[in-house]
């Protein structure tokens, strides 16, 4: 692995493993971001692994290899691991046979019962309030949490990501999970037990046990500090920061050297190491 910090402008060699965000990093929107059709085509190529990663709740694997095969990438479900995935796998490993009240969107929904637990809003039956990015939160949901954290003080609170916001295309956003999560510890005093999307380790490590590789032969790539790459930093993973995202050259020249990414990128094809060099 480099040295932490090292914040070089491009890689020197090549890895065996690509672990990639999605929004803001493969693409935004609709739209591949430059340079991503031609690095990830090239990799698989020359026989290297990909993975992608999303702290998106609202889509589940499939819905994003459809999107990616949509986009000229076409990828097996089984190499993308998002919070649905992580979620799902976390409450049927750790709350077997829980009642789950989920704050979040019909994949997820759908994910958490087909892992056999129980979807209640009832508070007086709930053992975990899942909060999660949500665009029909409403205070009927609030009050649900409000009930079953406060009022009954049986459940959990978890999440599947702590991002402030999604972005969109034009420099719009939307609310994510940490709004819906910091609405119900205001008004309960409960505070979030469990985050199990980036950058916590529980993603890393799953996508690692996919591939089939140590953690010094993969690169994580991603446009988010205090996601994508602190994640990486955390499991000593060397990183790329790509400035097509949230992040900036001035930000990550901000964190703590110990904190920063390997490498800082314009494109993401600059991953690609030239023959010969």
Not at 63 to 91: D, F, Q
Not at 234 to 247: K, M, P
Not at 261 to 274: F, G, K, M, N, W
Request: include cysteine; hydrophobic fraction near 40%; aromatic fraction near 6%.
């Amino acid at each position: 692995m480099s040295a932490p910090g090292a914040g070089r402008a491009a890689p020197a060699r090549m890895y065996d493993g690509y672990l990639f965000d999605l929004d803001g990093t493969v693409y935004l929107g609709d739209e591949l971001l430059p340079g991503a059709h031609e690095l990830i085509t090239a990799l698989r190529e020359q026989g290297r692994q990909t993975l992608f990663l999303s702290n998106n709740p609202t889509k589940d694997p499939q819905m994003y290899a459809e999107k990616l095969g949509r986009l000229g990438l076409p990828t097996p479900t089984s190499h993308i691991v998002n919070t649905v995935v992580t979620m799902a796998a976390w409450l049927r490993r750790e709350t077997p046979g829980a009642s789950v009240f989920v704050i979040g969107e019909e994949p997820l929904v759908r994910a958490i019962r087909d892992a056999g637990l129980l979807i209640t809003d009832r508070p007086e039956e709930i053992d975990v309030v899942v909060a999660s990015y949500d665009r029909g939160f409403d205070y009927r949901k609030l009050q649900i949490a409000f009930d079953a954290l406060w009022m009954h003080r049986r459940a959990r609170l978890v999440t599947t990501n702590p991002d402030a916001y999604c972005p969109f295309p034009g420099g719009r956003g939307e609310p994510d999970a940490a709004a819906v999560v910091a609405a119900i510890e205001a008004c309960t005093g409960v505070r979030c037990e469990v985050n199990v999307g980036k950058p916590a380790p529980v993603m890393l490590r799953t996508a690692l046990d996919i591939l089939g590789l140590p953690a010094s032969s993969c690169v994580m790539v991603g446009d988010r500090l205090y996601t994508d790459i602190a994640m990486a930093v955390d499991a000593g993973v060397d990183s790329a920061l790509v400035l097509t995202g949230e992040s900036t050259r001035e930000t990550a020249e901000a964190v703590a050297p110990d904190r920063r990414p390997t490498y800082v990128l314009e494109r993401i094809d600059e991953l690609l190491v030239p023959p010969g060099r």
